[in-house]
């Protein structure tokens, strides 16, 4: 019965531990669920390297590898060193042609070597570059969900991302995005699964929306 199990591999998104997926539940008859973390790249390690690195975090084959936000950047690039049974992009982009404006001027002034990512002990400002939020009322949801604060990762995330260079979706990836999207406005649009009223957190906040349809579509009947 165990060899007859697809694994599904979940890859959270910046600065975030895995414990976004708590509430992602799949039948345990069909599905078994694994977690993946973020490791502390090199300062000058590129994209490719590390999505590379990560693989030797796989154990299967023929697995289901689902990434949120920066994850899902990741996860294209691992795509290409795995062996895939389906690639889920959820609350992130297609390509760098979806990445928002001022992701762009980042580019283009790097800017984006400037940033204050020393200052992310402030879980406010951690939030803001993670979620697109200010902590508000989610003070707790943040602290629980927002661990990874290392600098040399938050520098080296924020340049991949604004400096992330595929040209068009990856052919056989399904993306998933909310309409309510504040990172990443643009990605509702072309071939993708638009979830109303999801926003950047919905991993987090419309689970149950992903526990009813992701065995759908990683069957292919959706």
Same mark, same amino acid.
């Given at each position: ?9 979940? /890859?959270?998104?910046? $600065? ?5 997926? @708590? ?13 993946? @973390?973020?490791?502390? +790249? ?34 294209? #690039? /691992? ?13 992130? %982009? ?24 020393? &200052? ?9 570059? !993670?979620?697109?939020? =200010?902590?508000?009322?989610? %003070? ?16 080296? $995330?924020?340049?991949?991302? %604004?400096?992330?260079?595929?040209? $068009?979706?990856?052919?056989? !990836?399904?993306?998933?995005?909310? @309409?309510?999207?504040?990172?990443? +406005? ?12 999801? =926003?950047?957190?919905?991993?987090? %906040? ?5 526990? #009813?349809? &992701?065995?759908? &579509?990683?069957?292919?009947? $959706?």
């Amino acid at each position: 019965m165990t060899s007859q199990l697809t694994h599904v591999y979940l /890859m959270p998104g910046m $600065a975030a531990n895995p414990s976004i997926f @708590e509430h992602i539940k799949l039948p345990e008859s069909d599905y078994k669920i694994h977690w993946l @973390e973020w490791q502390i +790249p090199d300062a000058k390690e590129s994209l490719s390297s590390y999505a590379q690195r990560m693989c030797q975090y796989i154990q299967h084959d023929n697995i289901v590898l689902l990434g949120v936000s920066f994850g899902g950047i990741l996860v294209q #690039e /691992m795509s290409r060193f795995l062996n895939l049974k389906k690639l889920i992009v959820v609350s992130s %982009v297609k390509s760098h042609h979806e990445l928002p404006k001022r992701f762009k001027l980042l580019k283009v002034t790097k800017a984006y070597k400037i940033l204050p990512t020393s &200052l992310v002990s402030n879980i406010d400002i951690l939030a803001k570059y !993670a979620f697109g939020e =200010t902590v508000k009322k989610r %003070v707790d949801l943040y602290k629980k969900y927002l661990s990874v604060s290392d600098k040399t990762y938050l520098d080296w $995330a924020i340049k991949q991302v %604004v400096c992330w260079s595929q040209e $068009a979706p990856h052919p056989d !990836a399904i993306y998933i995005h909310g @309409e309510k999207d504040a990172i990443f +406005p643009y990605s509702s649009r072309g071939n993708c699964i638009v979830v109303k009223g999801g =926003t950047h957190i919905m991993i987090i %906040v419309k689970y149950k929306w992903f526990n #009813e349809n &992701l065995p759908k &579509l990683i069957e292919g009947c $959706a």
